[in-house]
Nanobody
Framework: QVRVVESGGGLVQAGDSLRLSCAAS????????MNWFRQAPGKEREFVAG????????GYADSVKGRFTISRDNAKNTVYLQMNSLKPEDTAVYYC?????????????WGQGTQVTVSS
């Protein structure tokens, strides 16, 4: 059984930092991309950052570039999101998604989410 578990959320003040973790288990995740999404109240879920199995491939939403850093430990099937200079608009539930996309193949595993609240 595949499990994806996020941790590290919390309540912080603007300008503070947080580090989110996401651990996946239950199968091998070779060639899976590990992504972070977030959903704020009343808004649609949006992409935040992603990292390929080859960890030199990363991507970020414009709103977090320069403040957030994604990293991955393939030996632990774990992805991290270091969030610096947090802003109130970063408040959301953050979800980890482990995803495979190949021609004719799509596979997705999602975590339950972790709440990040940034006070002004």
């Amino acid at each position: 059984q595949v499990r994806v578990v996020e941790s590290g959320g919390g309540l912080v003040q603007a300008g503070d930092s947080l580090r989110l973790s996401c651990a996946a288990s239950g199968r091998t995740f070779d060639n899976y991309v590990m992504n972070w999404f977030r959903q704020a109240p009343g808004k649609e879920r949006e992409f935040v950052a992603g990292i390929g199995y080859s960890t030199d491939m990363t991507g970020y939403a414009d709103s977090v570039k320069g403040r957030f850093t994604i990293s991955r430990d393939n030996a632990k099937n774990t992805v991290y999101l270091q969030m610096n200079s947090l802003k109130p608009e970063d408040t959301a539930v953050y979800y980890c998604a482990v995803q495979l996309r190949r021609p004719g193949v799509a596979d997705d595993y999602w975590g339950q989410g972790t709440q990040v609240t940034v006070s002004s």
